[in-house]
């Protein structure tokens, strides 16, 4: 019997975890399904997340929604013009009474970390997550602290149009999985989110319907959904695609391709299956591509953007049947 299926047999099925993780998030994140399908996605594919757009549309209250569906510990960082990189991953202070120093953990050390207005802080601050993103490891004083499991960064960031922002360098971009426009809700949705708001903390609405057990157990199944090689040639055929297209200056970066491809095995398996299929490829490909690609000056300035190249490689590149 595969890991993937004996997973299913020791708990509820996959596919009925991830539908009630997403229920659960959904109490006070109003007709945004996919927004909040895609951020657990990148969680159960050990990855993390970029959510962008205006002030005020519930992305910081996606992140402590997810944490609470979960009961994983929660951190959040303000991230503003003077914060320093201390107060991210934390510090180590002298002790007068043991004559040592005594190591105090920053908010980096939580299960789902929320980096809100993650463009508001000055690029070296910005720097101190990309450790812990990439190696889930913090280096403090010479000493390298392991960070837990799970844990994903949800960073914020409004538009580089608002005053006092910094844009993030592509190095940083490069290492989340996805970059997600929340948007606006829909008219009823709105009227859901007025009538919810009624009086106490909504948060406190929110049902946890899984621990941090649960989700170890749910990304190893992940991590065990099988990609066939056609599949794997796909991938590698739609990232060195990136790389040769005219209207791009950078490409998708091998990263990029292990990205698509773990995002991928999550659909895979929220969908009930234990194998990755072309359509799960496609579907992933316009939210874990376009924020690692630079579109040429040129063709900025005749409109183009990354994800219309993104929707246009993937029209002309076929899948090779194995």
Request: without cysteine.
């Amino acid at each position: 019997m595969s890991q993937f299926a004996e997973e299913a047999v020791r708990t509820e099925s996959f596919t009925d975890l991830f539908r009630s993780l997403t229920a659960s998030v959904e109490q006070v994140i109003k007709g945004k399904r996919e927004v909040v399908q895609l951020t657990l996605l990148a969680l159960l594919a050990e990855g993390h997340v970029l959510l962008e757009d205006a002030p005020g549309v519930g992305k910081t209250t996606i992140g402590k929604a997810l944490a609470a569906a979960m009961e994983v510990p929660f951190g959040r960082v303000q991230f503003t013009p003077d914060l320093l990189p201390s107060d991210v991953v934390g510090v180590s202070i002298f002790n007068r009474k043991t004559d040592e120093f005594e190591f105090r953990p920053g908010p980096i050390f939580n299960g789902i970390v929320l980096a809100d207005e993650v463009n508001r802080a000055s690029p070296k601050t910005q720097s101190a997550l990309l450790e812990a993103m990439a190696e889930r490891q913090v280096t403090i004083d010479g000493t390298t602290r392991a960070l837990g499991s799970p844990f994903m960064v949800i960073a914020t960031q409004n538009p580089l149009d608002h005053a006092g922002t910094y844009p993030l360098p592509e190095s940083q971009l490069d290492r989340f999985l996805v970059k997600v426009s929340v948007g606006y809700p829909s008219r009823e949705a709105e009227l859901e989110i007025l009538e919810g708001h009624g009086g106490g903390n909504l948060l406190e609405s929110v049902t946890p319907v899984a621990d941090v057990r649960r989700i170890q157990s749910m990304i190893r199944a992940v991590r065990s959904v099988h990609v066939s090689p056609a599949i794997r040639g796909y991938l590698i055929d739609l990232t060195d695609a990136t790389r040769r297209h005219p209207a791009l200056a950078l490409g998708a970066s091998p990263r990029a391709s292990l990205a698509l491809q773990r995002i991928s095995q999550a659909r895979a398996a929220a969908a009930g299956r234990n194998y990755v299929t072309p359509d799960d490829v496609k579907a992933m490909a316009p939210h874990a591509l376009p924020h690692r690609l630079v579109v040429n000056q040129s063709d900025q300035l005749r409109g183009g953007s990354a994800v219309e190249v993104v929707d246009e490689i993937l029209r002309a590149v076929a899948v090779v049947a194995s």
